[in-house]
């Protein structure tokens, strides 16, 4: 997720400058696969995740939530 609000975040939210990693041509995710790409393998991600937490019931809820913020930060 990193990765891709460095491609689309919002600087006034993120408080720090976008666009570093293309500035310094670092090869992210995003780079290589393209954003919609990497935003749908972020939530891929995450929706597998929950699925493997799902069976240990609410002792799992917080490494859910975990899960779901990571995906949707916004900073």
């Known amino acids: 997720q990193d990765?891709?609000?460095?491609v689309e975040g919002d600087v006034a939210v993120l408080g720090k400058t976008t666009g570093a990693d293309a500035a310094l041509s670092k090869p992210t995710y995003p780079s290589t696969v393209g954003l919609a790409a990497a935003r749908d393998r972020a939530r891929d991600l995450r929706d597998r995740a929950i699925a493997a937490l799902t069976p240990l019931g609410p002792r799992s809820a917080r490494l859910v939530e975990?899960?779901?913020?990571?995906?949707s930060r916004i900073k």
Request: proline share 0%; charged share 20%; net charge negative.
């Open 66 to 71: 975990l899960a779901q913020f990571v995906v």
């Open 3 to 6: 990765d891709i609000l460095d």
